[in-house]
Every structure is written in C-alpha cells, then in structure tokens.
C-alpha cells in the first residue's frame, strides 16, 4: 500500500473514532470492518496451536504529564479459563471504590503527592487517603516513588485503562 493510501487510511480510522469520542452506545473499535489487533491475535494464535482461541490487550497511552506508555499482553483461552480467578479478586477489589477510581485518575494526572491528593474535595480526610493509597499500593495499582509522592506502574496503566473501559467506562 502507498504511504499517501496509508495516510488516508489513518486519517479514516482517526475521523471515526473522534466521531464516537463520549458515545457510550456504541464502541469505537469493535464496529469497524478492520479489525487488524484480532487478526493479528488469530495469525499468532495459529502459529502456536491454540485452538480454543485467546484474549489481547493493548494500548499506546500518553498522560496529560506527558509520560507515554505503549503495552500489550495476551493469553490464550485454555490458559485463561484454567488459571485462578480467586488471584485476580483483590486487584478488582482495590478498584471497587470510587474514590480510589478517582485517586488513580488524579495520579495519572499529574498529582503525585499525598498532600495534593489530601487536598481533593470528597475524598475523605488524610487517614482515608492514606488507607486508599494503601490498598492501591498492595494489589499493585501504585508504588510508592519518594517523597510521599505515589504512581501508577509503567506495566499498570494501559490495564487499568483497559479495565475501565471493559467495565463501559
């Protein structure tokens, strides 16, 4: 394919997922007849054998600080359906508060410290903020980075992202 048809291609796929930004009707990417991501995943999929199929996610992500993350994980089915879920409950669990919701996001933002964190309306007072970053740090959605200063892991934010898009976010 050309470039100036490569181009026009993007330009495409950009026009139309601007024209479903804040629709939550509809999902941006699903839609499309190019589903390049799962064509991918079926090629590798079939090249390793795993036929009950298997689940990608990825992401390119830069933060309003202007760090840039690009990650991507996949696992087949079998491996998925026969791993523990019990695992997986105290990460969803540490999600399962807004206000925690609300933390990560102004970290991911920019607010790093517990003091601009403390500062927030309706998120509690010092000790509560402290027992949510707490929580956040232990099922591994933060880490500490000095001085009372806290962020999101590089290998957390696109499945954070992820996870609240899943949930229709």
Known sequence: MALEERVTAL???????EGTEGRKDRPAVTERPDFWALDGLKARLSESGAESGGVLFTGSVRLPT????EWQYGLPTDQLLADSWEDAAEAFAALGRPVRLRLLREILGGRRTAAELTE????????QVYHHLRQLTAAGWLRSSGRAGYEVPAGRVVPLLVALAAAGH
């Not at 330009?11 to 997922?17: G, I, N, P, W, Y």
């Not at 202007?66 to 993350?69: A, D, L, M, N």
């Not at 927030?120 to 000790?127: I, K, N, R």
């Open 66 to 69: 202007g760090e840039q993350y």
């Open 11 to 17: 330009e495409r796929r950009l026009a139309e997922l």
């Open 120 to 127: 927030l309306a309706e998120v509690g007072t010092t000790g």
